[in-house]
């Protein structure tokens, strides 16, 4: 079956103009993360949707972040009027529970000049 | 708020060498995971391990859980170029929601 596919894979905008990341998580997976990763560091949690609970946001780095699953499937992740130190890979993930293992996208990475 | 060190940040040697790195958790794991990441894709799971003394293989790569369980190591025997990318552990925290969090990574280049 397929994986988690992301969308677009690269993305390069202007500072200041809003974009939207795309993740389609593995059918069936009730969990699902944002995080990103700058310049081939670590993960840095954003946003966890688990079921039809309320997602955990805590950790969105500015009101400038926000992100929706709809029907508990495909997600969004919004970052309007970008900044330069926005630019990072933005990777999803999703997992069949909470607490099973992550299948990551190969991410979009966002450059904003 | 728990924190993963790893370390070292950055390893490149010689293909045939033997290499560790090691992740460090400031509280005690809960289910300790090590992913691998190759350029341009998403890291990708190798192993979990849970159990406080727990060694597992995965054919070159041996995986060591420490016995109080805020420590971890990978070792990779014969190190190949295929093994060359960034080593990532995570933990998964349930302080408030179950999450995933990941610790610095180690940058490993394996050369020819």
């Known amino acids: 079956g397929a994986g988690v596919s992301q969308s677009p894979s690269n993305k390069v905008t202007e500072k200041g103009k809003d974009v939207e990341l795309r993740c389609d998580p593995i059918?069936?997976?009730?969990?699902l993360y944002w995080y990103r990763q700058s310049l081939g560091q670590g993960l840095e949690f954003l946003i966890y949707f688990q079921g039809n609970s309320a997602p955990d946001k805590s950790g969105l780095p500015s009101d400038r972040f926000s992100a929706e699953r709809t029907g508990g499937s495909v997600s969004t992740l919004t970052i309007q009027r970008t900044q330069q130190e926005d630019s990072a890979v933005y990777l999803c993930a999703s997992s069949f529970t909470g607490n099973s293992p992550l299948h990551f996208g190969n991410g979009t990475r966002l450059t904003v000049t | 708020t728990q924190l993963l060190e790893q370390s070292p940040q950055f390893l490149s040697i010689q293909e045939g060498e033997n290499l560790t790195v090691y992740c460090n958790s400031s509280?005690?794991?809960?289910?300790l995971q090590w992913y691998r990441q190759e350029p341009g894709e998403g890291p990708v799971l190798l192993v979990t391990?849970?159990?406080?003394?727990e060694v597992k293989k995965l054919k070159r790569l041996t995986f060591q859980f420490g016995d109080a369980r805020k420590d971890s190591s990978l070792h990779i025997t014969a190190a190949q170029t295929g093994d060359t990318g960034l080593y990532l552990c995570a933990d998964l925290t349930t302080s408030g929601t179950y999450k995933y969090i990941f610790g610095t990574g180690t940058r490993l280049k394996v050369l020819a």
């Open positions: 391990v849970v159990t406080g003394g």
């Open positions: 059918s069936g997976h009730t969990a």
């Open positions: 509280s005690v794991f809960s289910s």
